[in-house]
């Protein structure tokens, strides 16, 4: 992990606090996160998909295409499984980006256009792929092995 990456983690970890941090409320970031919904679908011109009802987790929700092989939207069953998901974080303004598409993949453009208007909502990006280290935060890991990413961006 960069220095840089893990000293923004570090400055937003909270003891004893794993889903959220003690002045987290969870209907005003949903609402951010909606008005940001509508901003993304006009870069994207079509409507994304939201998860609503995430619980027992350190990340607020997705906000992403959801795979139609696993989801009928039109009866709103099947499981939520992403093609590609921006996943927002309940500490610290954080996201990441599930199944991030590459440069000359399909929608790649539109990505950047929205970490764009994330960052300038004070957003913070973080790589996944500096997630994977063992966490080494304020609070005592509860299982061997914890990484940061399910310190931030995962179900506990």
């Known amino acids: 992990m960069k220095p840089e990456i893990h000293n923004i983690?570090?400055?937003?970890?909270?003891?004893?606090?794993?889903?959220?941090?003690?002045?987290?409320?969870?209907?005003?970031?949903?609402?951010?996160?909606?008005?940001?919904?509508?901003?993304?679908?006009?870069?994207?011109k079509f409507e994304l998909d939201i998860d609503k009802n995430v619980q027992d987790a350190s990340f607020t929700t997705d906000l992403g295409i959801l795979d139609d092989k696993f989801y009928d939207r039109k009866t709103g069953t099947g499981s939520l499984r992403y093609l590609f998901s921006f996943r927002f974080?309940?500490?610290?303004?954080?996201?990441?980006?599930?199944?991030?598409?590459?440069?000359?993949?399909?929608?790649?453009?539109?990505?950047?256009?929205?970490?764009?208007?994330?960052?300038?909502?004070?957003?913070?990006f973080i790589d996944s792929s500096e997630l994977d280290d063992i966490y080494d935060g304020v609070n005592e890991p509860y299982e061997n092995g914890l990484t940061w990413w399910t310190r931030y961006f995962d179900y506990l």
């Open 89 to 124: 974080s309940n500490f610290g303004n954080l996201f990441t980006i599930l199944n991030l598409p590459d440069k000359k993949g399909e929608y790649y453009k539109e990505t950047v256009t929205c970490m764009k208007i994330l960052n300038d909502k004070g957003f913070v």
């Open 9 to 44: 983690l570090i400055a937003v970890d909270e003891k004893d606090n794993w889903e959220y941090p003690k002045k987290f409320r969870w209907d005003k970031r949903m609402k951010l996160i909606q008005e940001l919904k509508k901003d993304f679908e006009s870069v994207f």
